[in-house]
């Protein structure tokens, strides 16, 4: 079980009654607005599972996570408050030109049994381990869909059979992703957290990633590059400590109060020999 008070006042709302297309459009935008998608716990060498009770205790220490952590612990708070949810495996497609399928690269999420005027079959696709991803839940219907500055794609996997694919806006991180049909457990998800936390080839292990996304919007942190995409683009160097912490808890909420004042010029060091390192390669 889990404290849905304080994973609730964690995210900003209140939600009365049986679960509902409103509700879950609601909770979907306060996760993504007050939890954020982030790695620094590889960073900080502090070694995570993809237990989402574990998840859940984290992020209401303030802390964020990626999809293993971020899925993982929505998907426990959505069971807690009624709603029927299914985990699928899933997988990101980087680039065009990188394979696609189900490798076990990501964790979705499918809430079934909320049917609407746009969905009437009632299952929704929900998911907070995209960083840069949809900001409202999306009807599992083939179609095209407009959010904000954003544009979607939802159509069968050519790749899985009976499952699904999402195609992202062409200006997001990623390509794409596919997902299987059926159920998955937890475990399913273990090797590839291993390989995504602990490998020098996981993009988690060489660029500390922070991102947030809004209705307009998402703010991005890349090593110390902070970047807006969506209703304004800018981009920005983070060239102090200062700056990079101050950017974590302005924009990001991410005050790092359980990180000590040595774990932060550790990890500070580590970020700004990474950022010469890039520089000096562009």
């Known amino acids: 079980m889990i404290d849905i008070r304080a994973y609730l006042s964690r995210i900003g709302v209140r939600v009365e009654g049986p679960p509902s297309v409103e509700s879950l459009h609601l909770l979907h935008r306060a996760h993504l607005e007050h939890v954020p998608y982030e790695c620094l716990e590889i960073w900080l060498g502090r ?21 293993y952590h ?21 997988g990101a ?24 005027q746009d969905n009437p079959g009632g299952v929704w696709m929900v998911d907070q381990g995209l960083g840069d991803g949809f900001h409202d839940p999306l009807p599992l219907v083939e179609g095209v869909y407009r959010q904000g500055p954003f544009t979607y794609g ?8 009976g499952g699904w694919r999402f195609d992202h806006d062409p200006r997001g991180s990623f390509f794409g992703f596919d997902f299987r049909p059926e159920p998955a457990q937890m475990t399913a998800f273990a090797a590839m957290h291993e390989f995504l936390s602990t490998s020098p080839e996981s993009g988690f292990t060489r660029v500390a990633t922070v ?6 919007g998402v703010d991005i942190v890349r090593g110390l590059v902070l970047t807006r995409v969506g209703d304004r683009e800018h981009t920005l160097i983070l060239e102090t400590e200062r700056d990079y912490f101050e950017t974590l808890a302005d924009i990001f909420a ?28 562009h």
Do not use: M
């Open 254 to 281: 991410l005050t790092l109060d359980n990180v000590t004042s040595a774990e932060r010029a550790k990890l500070w060091r580590r970020l700004w020999t990474a950022h010469e390192q890039w520089s000096g390669s």
């Open 154 to 161: 939802l159509r069968p996997s050519q790749v899985e059979p």
């Open 47 to 67: 070694p995570t599972t993809v237990d989402p009770a574990e998840s859940v205790a984290r992020i209401l220490r303030g802390r964020g996570g990626y999809c």
């Open 70 to 90: 971020l899925n993982g612990a929505f998907g426990l708070l959505l069971e807690a408050l009624g709603y029927r949810v299914v985990r699928h495996v899933g």
């Open 211 to 216: 991102q947030r996304r809004d209705a307009k």
């Open 93 to 116: 497609q980087r680039t065009a030109d990188s394979p696609a399928g189900a490798d076990g690269g990501h964790l979705v999420l499918t809430v079934s049994g909320l049917p609407s």
